[in-house]
């Protein structure tokens, strides 16, 4: 029973964990949405949008202090912030060392009825539908992408190659991008990019008719997340949404067409989530890829599970 009251005190400590900055609340502040952030951090977030970070809900005007939060961090018997601070180090370590991550989720949901979702400072948490979806071998085909690409099947990966050495074979992009032969109408779907040697680049998925000149998440029928001009942004049927995390080196694109998931995560140091979006499918999708196209070189490696 000790063991499960410790784990609870974890899952409570990963609670007072900023969502922008990772760390443990500064001046926590509740928006009119209800979720919680560090007053600097939300600050410095509405200076480039004016939405909640987790749920797009459009931010008052006025921050509000969140005094249960401040009082729960400060509790002085307890050890105020030095303690949260041990506790979500210790459950860092715990993970690391032992890796019984299905164990211990498995006792808390006993221990506390009703939970559907849980997540553990240093767990790995992922979509709920990510467990049963299946790995897909992107293949390409020169029809669909851009003369200044090339596609090495050896090395499973996508480079900008010299102008010179482009062939005047069929493209189907005026923009340097392309799209996978794979198309999804139905299932759950996941596949993984590795953007390392790629100074700027987009990962998503499109509706197969998107047109020649058309950049990936700018059009009405495609979603995708972009790394350019060296920030992270998500690009939502044409709209642009800043995020606040740093550039991933491998991305992990989940897909779920039933329920109309579409996922982004990073896989660099330990799974997180990027951004994630409902999306009504009227059509199937396809995966599809931007590269920085004037730096040879620049490339995308999709590996293989």
Not at 179 to 196: I, L, N
Not at 300 to 305: C, G
Request: aromatic share 10%; glycine share 6%.
């Amino acid at each position: 029973l000790m063991t499960v009251y410790e784990d609870i005190v974890k899952l409570v400590a990963n609670h007072l964990r900023c969502s922008i900055c990772y760390e443990i609340f500064v001046k926590p502040v509740t928006l009119l949405c209800g979720h919680n952030y560090c007053q600097k951090c939300m600050q410095g977030h509405l200076q480039k949008n004016p939405c909640c970070p987790e749920c797009r809900t459009k931010v008052g005007a006025q921050l509000k202090k969140n005094i249960t939060l401040c009082n729960i961090l400060e509790i002085p018997e307890a050890g105020g912030r030095d303690l949260w601070d041990q506790v979500l180090t210790r459950a860092e370590q715990d993970v690391r060392h032992e890796g019984h991550t299905g164990t211990r989720t498995q006792r808390l949901k006993k221990a506390v009825p009703g939970s559907k979702r849980l997540q553990l400072t240093g767990y790995k948490p992922v979509p709920q539908f990510a467990g049963s979806s299946g790995f897909a071998l992107l293949t390409f085909s020169p029809q669909l992408g851009h003369r200044r690409l090339v596609f090495r099947p050896d090395q499973r990966r996508i480079e900008v190659r010299h102008s010179h050495a482009a062939r005047a074979a069929q493209h189907y992009f005026s923009v340097c991008q392309w799209m996978a032969e794979q198309e999804f109408a139905s299932g759950s779907h996941h596949w993984d990019v590795d953007t390392t040697d790629c100074r700027a680049w987009a990962v998503g998925v499109a509706h197969a008719d998107l047109r020649q000149d058309q950049r990936l998440g700018r059009s009405p029928t495609s979603w995708c997340i972009e790394w350019s001009s060296k920030r992270l942004s998500a690009w939502i049927a044409g709209v642009e949404m800043r995020l606040e995390q740093r550039q991933p080196s491998r991305v992990r694109v989940l897909l779920d067409m039933a329920d109309g998931q579409l996922a982004f995560w990073s896989l660099s140091d330990r799974e997180a989530e990027l951004y994630s979006v409902q999306v009504e499918f009227r059509a199937p999708v396809r995966p599809v890829f931007w590269l920085f196209g004037t730096q040879e070189k620049n490339a995308l490696y999709f590996p293989a599970p």
